[in-house]
């Protein structure tokens, strides 16, 4: 991931918890695939399995790859379903003004970037949205910007530099080790 434009997907709400973005009985698996059908099952499905038609995925205006969502998300139990979730249904990036911890390891862990903005921009892209179903955000992520196309409005993003790395060059933790196997072994070998 380098920069990119995408529609945005408003989830105005605030405290959402991994719970809500995958319920814990789907997590009886192992693998990643299938997750992003479930994602924010309870809220898209009834009891009886029929759509949502209110909520925002079920939704034929909204689409993109960026979810814009309310302050705390991520919050709850540590599971790294719930980023297989986001990442299974397509999101390459979530976008509120603060995320639990966990979870945002566990996004940059699937390459989905989690981007803290102040309540301030995070209000006008909502704004926007209500405005243009069809707002646009563009992402940068080597200059760390994402930027309102409605508005012309920038915010910068902090991001760990090694996890930078990581999303610019799609690699994971397992390919970064294995691309520096060679000074491993060699620094292994000077004791």
């Known amino acids: 991931m380098t920069t990119f434009t995408s ?17 814990a009985r789907f997590l009886k698996t192992t693998t990643k695939e299938g997750f992003g059908d479930n994602l924010f099952r309870d809220w898209r499905y009834d009891a009886n399995g029929n759509k949502n038609e209110a ?12 979810l814009v969502a309310g302050k705390n998300f991520g919050s709850g139990s540590s599971r790294e379903h719930a980023a297989w979730a986001i990442a299974g249904y397509g999101f390459r990036v979530v976008i509120s003004s603060f995320f639990a911890d966990i979870f945002k390891q566990n996004a940059m862990n699937n390459f989905v970037l989690p981007i803290v903005v102040s309540p301030e921009f995070l209000k006008a892209l909502f704004k926007s949205i209500d405005e243009d179903n069809q707002a646009e955000v563009k992402v940068d992520l080597p200059n760390q910007t994402v930027t309102n196309l409605s508005s012309g409005e920038s915010a910068h993003f902090e991001i760990n530099t090694y996890k930078k790395y990581c999303l610019v060059e799609g690699i994971d933790d397992i390919d970064f080790l294995l691309s520096n196997k060679s000074k491993i072994v060699a620094w292994e070998n000077k004791e």
Do not use: A, H, K, W
């Open 55 to 66: 909520f925002v995925l079920n939704d034929s205006r909204y689409s993109g790859q960026v």
């Open 7 to 23: 529609t945005m997907v408003p989830l105005p709400l605030e405290n959402i918890d991994t719970d809500q973005i995958i319920p």
